[in-house]
């Protein structure tokens, strides 16, 4: 019964099937512990889930291969939200570099950002002045992280930030794999007016290691027409302004 409440909604709460099955949460957290060590599903806090709630760190080359088409749409939706002679944070990551391809502003438009990609394909653009944050260079993300860009973002204050992540959980928040970029995501959080996720259908109800902000931190989420409408929903119940590209 569990496996088969698992494959028609995707997740499974001990709560829930406790009350359904009439039998102890106890009961429950063995069966699905059994049925975890068969590899049948994945143990989540509270229940279960059929794929992995876990992002592994992938390099930004292996990424780049990931969900195209979708991440070019989510970007291409973002632009909408910047204005004239906005100042904006882009993060790091695929989908932020697609978003700085799709940027030609008509008016005068600041970027701060950690990576390098993002630097590079707007230090030339007509009408965008680039703030490259420094600090040391992650070959996995081609981004910097630390101290010293967290020091120059204590001295500005943005519109936007744009970031992506590896994780949507409803429980946990928006994580990414990588502590070093959670904690300068965090910063960036801090000296913006405006959270903006971008995010493919394939990060939601996966968790990474390090938490970078909380629901009610952000303001809108950016993706794709195969997101999972629960988790949209989800999130729409928690005030946030979901766009589907």
């Not at 790091?92 to 990609?117: D, K, N």
Request: glycine share 8%; hydrophobic share 40%.
């Amino acid at each position: 019964m569990i496996l088969q409440i698992l494959q028609e909604n995707g997740r499974v709460d001990i709560n829930e099937l406790s009350a359904q099955l009439k039998v102890s949460g106890v009961t429950i957290r063995k069966d699905l512990k059994l049925l975890e060590d068969k590899n049948l599903l994945f143990r989540t806090r509270g229940g279960g889930s059929n794929t992995n709630p876990y992002a592994s760190e992938r390099t930004i080359n292996e990424k780049e291969f990931i969900n195209t088409e979708d991440k070019k749409k989510i970007a291409a939706a973002a632009t909408g939200l910047i204005g004239s002679n906005d100042s904006i944070i882009i993060g790091s990551g695929t989908t932020m570099f697609e978003l700085a391809r799709c940027l030609h502003p008509a008016h005068q438009l600041t970027v701060i950002t950690p990576a390098l990609r993002v630097g590079l394909e707007l230090s030339t653009r007509p009408n965008v002045e680039v703030l490259q944050l420094g600090g040391l260079i992650r070959p996995n993300s081609s981004s910097v992280a630390g101290i010293h860009a967290e020091r120059v973002l204590a001295e500005i204050s943005s519109r936007f930030v744009f970031l992506g992540v590896d994780g949507i959980d409803p429980e946990f928040g928006f994580s990414i794999t990588n502590l070093a970029e959670a904690a300068l995501n965090q910063k960036m959080i801090e000296t913006s007016q405006s959270v903006v996720i971008l995010a493919d259908s394939s990060k939601f109800n996966k968790r990474g290691l390090g938490r970078i902000c909380t629901f009610d931190q952000v303001e809108y989420v950016i993706t794709d027409s195969k997101a999972p409408n629960k988790t949209i929903q989800f999130l729409e119940e928690k005030g946030i302004k979901v766009i589907v590209a």
